[in-house]
């Protein structure tokens, strides 16, 4: 098949069904933004929102707008909005937090639902915080529970009857390789497990069904591709039949049956309630407002079949420009097998990322040698793809990228 | 000693050393705000500094902020500006995560600690989520731990060869109680036991020495007396002398030696760091300095000071205007033993809290019957104070209070 042409890509914007949204950002003319794996940029609309809640909220109303703006209300309010992006009741979702602490919710609830069983499964690649974490929650707990570290091909086989939980991510961060979310819960749950799902890589980019695939649990976090702005705090996802009955251990004020009575001792909620802890941002809280709603407006099998074609289209063109120049593939090859970005190692991944970067395309690189391109389709043009290969191309080929300058490393994200 | 005239506290106004700090909020005209010690008001600086995080740091410079624009560095810095203001070193105070969170892992850090022993002494009338939090922990750690309830006058006595750790908080939030840090810090080491200290109450409104008092451990919020703005990321105190032998079990990536080498398995980092889990909420942070730069240049003996004068005030106030109305100061009458709010049970609280706010008055209201009224030395002034009393005695008077209007509960806060 011949490389398509840039004519072709401006064929491809045009009878896009999602290419409204991009207006929505506000993206500067000429950036080609490929690291919304990372960090979603602003919603034109984000901005506003935050400045009502700052300077109309919290300087005006004061104390009050824990009522009156219903600041008690956003983790519930946020959580229904994202509920069906994620295949999920309006009542097992809500924002608050960190992916980190509230996958230390979850996990420690899937384990307190499994006494007798004493091994968690887990990817081993998998991004190292969702290990640490469980690691930490291990060390705490003790009775002789252990990870077992699985990679993808090995995840069922690591499945038997020792196994309390399997704690997993969808998309992976580096590779962004699939998992199977509905035959690795299905299987779990034969074998008397639960499954544990980390949608960092893949909310907002897909369609997700929690329920039908019968997870139990789930954690995410809400500035990549919902963009929701930097730390915008992260979900956690609780099924029904778990509410009042698996308690999670960080038992703040927040998830008390009755927050306001005072009481000395804990009564934990008996709805989702009680997943969350403390106090939550609100100011971050009311920036993340305009691109959850965003997402949820998006119509997500539109979404993936874009982010598959778009994923295809860079890997065509990388592979005919720059196929000379030791690119080597990491991400699964058939776009049902992928998330939304793309990665490549390169042996000299992290120059060639930043001499990108100084011409306005921004990728990133993962050490030791991935550079990962992000591939949102609410703001990623196919032309975004064309041009950014056209760059890459011309760094390979006047070797532009070897500049002591781009060597240099600066502290990385 | 006849009650002070509007003409005396105009007078103690223009003697007020930190007079100018006033002007620095955002405050509107005619209204007396008693609430700060719930949700301070917001400095003028912090908009502008927010507008730059979103529309500059988040919409312009996207990923590259977390370099550029210091998100990495924001738990370490904003932590090094609130260092002195709680007798700490720059190098042991981190901002992140909830109060509560945080009291997580500094409470299992002082657990581990001392492996041998099995009780925590709390103030079972504390702020209930420390309590709350501590028995979620015991929960997970099992071995027989328990909480051991005192109360100001038992804590000493509550001491001996089977505590683990005290955990405190300095200034009570119901009645504003102070407790001696110092001493209680030196009786507990001497009985080999940790202490934990959380400044909720206490942060920006008297000098504090945590390094002096031989504090292990602190927590604190930053969004009472330190201005941070709603929700504001809290922060941890963790003793130089723990650092790498203490850690906290939320171990997260931002707590690993090299968060960037995405090893698999976590080492904690030996220092600060070590109290950092995951992402924060770059917005609210960004928020957040203006107000405890501020807090940072006012001298918290002036602050100190200017408490006690506003308490005695208002207590002698209420006393001479509204004595016959049936409010009870379940504060310390002395001003050395109390904080910087002012509590009075009533049993008509609420309705004669909704009264006072439909006049501009604005205190707090604790179930059963308490009306707090908080007196932050930055913006409070001492017309503020007679004024509030005046119209509360107005109220009481003409028993405006007794509207149902006022009696229908709202959400509280």
Redesign the interface.
Known sequence: MPSPTRAHCEDLDRGDPLGAFRAEF?L?DGLI?L?GH??G??PQA??AR??E???V????D??????SAG??QQPYKLGAVLAPLIGAGADEVVVT?????NL?KVA?CALALRPDRRIVVME??N???D???V???L????RGLEIR?AEKPEVMAALDRDVAAVILTQVHYRTSHLLDMAAITRHAHDIGALAVWDLCHSAGIMPIDLNQAGADFAVG?T?KYLNG??????FIFAARRHHGRAIQ????????AEP???????RPATNVSQML?????????A?MEAGLEMAARADMGQVRDKAGQLGELLIGLIEARCGAFGFRLISPRAAAERGSHVAFDHPSGYPIVRAL?QRGV?G?F??PETIRFGLAPLYIRYVDVWDAVAALAEIMRTRAWDDPEFHRL????
Do not use: K
């Open positions: 506000a500067a933004y690291d990372s960090l940029p602003m984000a901005l935050l400045h809640a700052a300077n909220e919290w300087r005006r004061l104390i009050g707008s824990w009522n600041w008690f937090d960190t992916t980190a602490i230390f420690a081993g690649s991004f190292p915080t290990n640490y974490i690691q930490g929650l060390g705490l707990v003790g570290f976090c500035y702005g930097p730390g915008s705090p992260a251990p960080l038992t703040g004020w927040w998830g008390h306001f009575a005072f009481d000395r001792d804990y802890t403390g106090t939550q941002p609100i100011l971050s809280m920036a970067a921004i990133d993962r050490a600066e502290a990385v994200t």
